[in-house]
């Protein structure tokens, strides 16, 4: 059984529902994922066909299509990354707008999917990594739980 089926699993059987989240988590996370897409300043195949599966969990209904959003999303994340400072600020508005713990640590847990890949994190992914920590608060327990199960799901 795939990690990913291991995760919906347990989702359907505790509080954390996708299914329940509102549009504004819901942009946020897609967000949190063109964040991790452009870090390295390369959208690679391998990373868009990771955040494919990852979106699978979503009930998009917004008024723009998915893939227009995420398209918008990576524009929005290339101005955030040429900013000083920029990625740490998205990150931060990120986080408020996901508001929910667990969904916070779905959005880094995804982010590390992303991150990782293409078999490689660069500096500017690692940096990534730590400003969206700081952003959404993760205490040490979490990125060790999270950090683990990456681990365990990546071959490098």
């Known amino acids: 059984m795939s990690s990913g089926m291991i995760t919906a699993l347990r989702n359907l059987f505790s509080n954390r529902s996708f299914s329940k989240i509102s549009d504004t988590q819901e942009l946020a996370l897609v967000d949190t994922l063109a964040l991790a897409m452009s870090a390295d300043h390369d959208v690679s195949a391998v990373e868009r066909e990771?955040?494919?599966?990852?979106?699978?969990?979503?009930?998009?209904?917004?008024?723009?299509?998915?893939?227009s959003y995420v398209e918008e999303s990576l524009?929005?994340?290339?101005?955030?990354?040429?900013?000083?400072?920029?990625?740490?600020?998205?990150?931060m508005d990120i986080s408020a707008r996901l508001e929910e713990d667990?969904?916070?640590?779905?959005?880094?847990?995804?982010?590390?999917?992303?991150s990782t890949s293409d078999n490689r994190v660069d500096t500017n992914e690692h940096e990534f990594l730590q400003a969206l920590v700081q952003a959404l608060a993760l205490d040490n327990d979490a990125q060790?739980?999270?950090?683990?199960?990456?681990?365990?799901?990546?071959?490098f």
Not at 50 to 67: C, G, H, I, P, Y
Not at 81 to 89: D, M, R
Not at 102 to 114: M, S
């Open 50 to 67: 990771e955040l494919t599966s990852l979106l699978r969990v979503l009930d998009w209904n917004q008024s723009t299509a998915l893939k």
């Open 102 to 114: 667990w969904l916070r640590e779905e959005a880094y847990y995804y982010a590390g999917r992303i």
């Open 144 to 155: 060790a739980r999270i950090a683990d199960q990456l681990l365990r799901e990546t071959s």
């Open 75 to 91: 524009d929005k994340s290339r101005r955030y990354l040429a900013e000083p400072g920029g990625v740490l600020k998205y990150c």
